[in-house]
């Protein structure tokens, strides 16, 4: 699929999904028996690539990367089924890898370029907002990008916000609280209704629809 009939309903063994925005083409893939999500990203105009969460099957992240040029392998958060790919996918790549610094020892390969709140990363000629989002893991991250001539905006959230929810946070009232608190207002209070959410597993969705159900979260604490 292309264009406007790129979905995000994607599954594990299928093929990819593949929406071109003006600036920006993003193609999504699920992986592995944790239907993880990996994202590439790349920029026609110069064929530079980024790629979101090496999750597992490095072949077939390999095969959807094919001949394009991937700079970067950003990794949105330290849990292992987010990463298991990391290793072959550098080394086939040569990619600098990205993460968050609270969660760069959880991965299987070395950060050469922590990222903090409000850091940027780019691809191509754009570039990528990271947003910390503390409480599915310590250093957890989204990017978002905001893009040019009716692109609209775009947020990969890893594992911090779903279709009807915030993350896992283990029952913990601590790190729900953190973590909803941070969705709320580094996500919700400055992004767009029409934002579109790339989570780490399953379907894709939008803030408008995920916004008016924040009270209900708080209310169930999970």
Do not use: C
């Not at 991250?141 to 911090?160: E, Y």
């Amino acid at each position: 699929m292309s264009g406007s009939d790129y979905t995000g309903d994607v599954e594990v063994g299928g093929p990819a999904d593949t929406r071109e925005l003006p600036g920006l083409t993003i193609t999504k893939l699920a992986v592995s028996e944790m239907a993880n999500n990996a994202y590439l990203l790349t920029d026609p105009a110069t064929g530079e690539s980024l790629l979101i969460d090496a999750a597992a099957e490095p072949a077939a992240l390999l095969a959807l990367i094919g001949d394009a040029d991937v700079r970067t392998v950003v990794t949105t958060h330290g849990h292992w089924d987010h990463h298991r790919a990391l290793p072959e996918v550098v080394e086939a790549t040569g990619a600098a890898t990205v993460a968050h610094p609270a969660d760069a020892a959880d991965l299987p390969v070395p950060v050469t370029r922590p990222v903090e709140h409000g850091d940027t990363v780019p691809v191509g000629g754009h570039l990528l907002e990271v947003v910390h989002l503390r409480g599915h893991t310590p250093g957890s991250i989204a990017l978002v990008w905001h893009g040019p001539g009716g692109a609209g905006t775009h947020v990969f959230t890893g594992d911090s916000l779903f279709p009807g929810g915030v993350g896992n946070t283990r029952s913990d009232a601590e790190r729900f609280a953190s973590l909803v608190d941070d969705v709320e207002h580094r996500l919700f209070d400055v992004l767009p209704d029409d934002t579109w959410v790339y989570p780490g597993h399953g379907k894709d969705t939008t803030i408008g629809a995920e916004r008016p159900q924040l009270p209900e979260w708080r209310a169930r604490g999970w």
